[in-house]
């Protein structure tokens, strides 16, 4: 069964810095890799979303990269802001699922000023 | 614009009651999904649809019901018999696996 995980929970860190988000999984049949960012009561928003066939997306400050031999994908976010504060998932859709996503659990970003 | 919308934002159940949310899109898309989300814990599927009239069991239907009378909405009522409701609950769609879209989500307590 196909589980996903991100580590860590939780981060904290200092405005300007530059930080990675890790998500593994364990089934490397995926379709795509998608990260998306949910504010506090908020729906989710999509970020970016990597084919199984790609390596990387970008998206102004924000790139993942996807290693799908290794079961990872990172979400790298460039010159953090303060309004970069939010959890973060990431999600696995798998092939023959029906279009059905797999998720993790997240971790909540807290940027600092 | 396109997008999903979800009604109310907050709701409160009263014990052995059934309450309904609503979820519409105007996005014309195939499937949506009804997930549960808990703190600490990874969303969690309900059920989806992928064509009006036909919808199937996610991981945790158990207490919950759905239609899928009209393509833009699916809407979930919450049965007396899920004996722990309080959550937030997300409504999605998608057209063939791309492009997923959320709404903003319902907040349900159980008083």
């Known amino acids: 069964k196909q589980e996903v995980t991100q580590i860590p929970a939780a981060l904290s860190v200092p405005e300007g810095e530059n930080l990675v988000l890790n998500c593994s999984f364990t089934?490397?049949?995926?379709?795509?890799l998608q990260w998306f960012r949910q504010d506090p009561g908020k729906g989710l928003t999509s970020l970016l979303l990597?084919?199984?066939s790609q390596r990387e997306q970008t998206s102004g400050r924000l790139n993942a990269s996807l290693d799908k031999s290794s079961g990872r994908s990172t979400l790298y976010i460039a010159a953090s802001q303060p309004g970069d504060s939010a959890t973060y998932l990431c999600a696995v859709l798998l092939m023959d699922s029906n279009y059905q996503l797999i998720w993790g659990a997240g971790t909540k970003l807290i940027i600092k000023p | 614009d396109g997008g999903i919308t979800q009604s109310p934002k907050y709701l409160f159940r009263k014990e052995g009651q059934n309450v309904t949310l609503s979820c519409e899109q105007n996005l014309n898309h195939d499937a949506m999904y009804w997930y549960r989300q808990d703190p600490g814990q990874g969303l969690r599927l309900i059920y989806y649809s992928q064509i009006v009239n036909d919808f199937q069991k996610g991981d945790i239907a158990e207490g919950y019901s759905v239609s899928r009378e009209k393509k833009e909405s699916f809407p979930l009522t919450v049965t007396s018999a899920q004996k722990n409701p309080t959550a937030f609950y997300l409504c999605?769609?998608?057209?063939?696996?791309?492009?997923?879209?959320f709404g903003s989500g319902t907040r349900l307590t159980v008083v």
């Open positions: 089934d490397s049949a995926i379709y795509n």
């Open positions: 990597i084919q199984s």
């Open positions: 999605a769609s998608n057209l063939g696996g791309y492009g997923y879209t």
